[in-house]
């Protein structure tokens, strides 16, 4: 069968490289419906409510505050170790067209423990509709995809596998999900060491959460009670913060 050879764009070569990147990684994951109905109403009641991943992107980010280990990667070079970061730094999937393809691209969000939810949520909407060139972590990863095979193999290996640049390059946990698009349980895969997937709101007011995770960091029970406290910060902190932002205005109604 005779077939149409097509380049390989840099978007989706970025996506190869990833991948690659992940294919040594051995990941493990749980998945657990958390009752969010605490959210939910925060949110129903909020005047601009901050999007599910900036949401996660942050509880995420706070409950690790408290969990070293969600900090933790890790490195193989000058020799194997467990390394430490100081803080979170979370890698958000951005879906983007871009030149009529369809791709996807990482957003780094340094320290979003620190931030507020609504700091959070705004960088990760402009990821969504800035040029790539105004996003700085774009600007960084297209340079490397553009280098050559053996520069590009070797400035993967420097930013995979030193401690200091996996924070700088890949982050401490990603987020990504399809929610958006509909329903589904998504297992994506990166670099690790973590990433975290949620699905559709159901009518339970629960929703599907999968964590995946590099075995080597880490064992399922840590994961366990981690989407125990998620589950806490996403009703607490998170809902305080929606609701602390601003109500939506309460209409009179004619009698």
């Not at 764009?9 to 970025?14: A, H």
């Not at 933790?72 to 970061?85: R, S």
């Not at 060491?193 to 599907?208: F, K, L, M």
Request: proline share 7%.
């Amino acid at each position: 069968m005779r077939g149409t050879p097509k380049t390989i764009s840099l978007r989706r070569r970025l996506i190869c490289d990833l991948m690659r990147a992940s294919m040594d990684v051995p990941f493990v994951s749980l998945s657990r419906s958390l009752n969010i109905r605490p959210l939910l109403e925060a949110r129903a009641g909020a005047m601009a409510p901050a999007g599910w991943a900036a949401m996660f992107v942050k509880a995420f980010a706070v409950v690790a505050k408290d969990e070293p280990v969600l900090r933790t990667v890790y490195a193989k070079w000058p020799w194997p170790m467990l390394y430490e970061l100081p803080n979170s730094v979370a890698s958000v999937a951005i879906a983007r067209v871009e030149a009529g393809e369809e791709c996807v691209m990482p957003q780094r969000i340094a320290a979003p423990e620190a931030m507020t939810l609504a700091a959070v949520d705004a960088e990760i909407r402009r990821a969504k509709t800035a040029p790539i060139d105004d996003v700085p972590m774009f600007r960084k990863i297209m340079r490397a995809t553009r280098l050559p095979l053996p520069l590009r193999r070797l400035s993967w290996a420097i930013g995979l596998n030193f401690g200091r640049q996996r924070g700088n390059w890949f982050g401490s946990f990603a987020v990504s999900s399809v929610a958006a698009y509909g329903g589904g349980e998504l297992h994506p895969i990166t670099p690790g060491p973590y990433i975290v997937s949620y699905g559709v709101v159901e009518g339970d007011q629960t929703i599907h959460v999968v964590i995946r995770w590099d075995h080597r960091v880490t064992d399922a029970a840590p994961i366990a009670r981690v989407l125990t406290r998620l589950e806490q910060v996403l009703n607490t902190e998170i809902a305080a913060e929606l609701r602390a932002a601003g109500s939506k205005p309460i209409r009179a109604v004619g009698t």
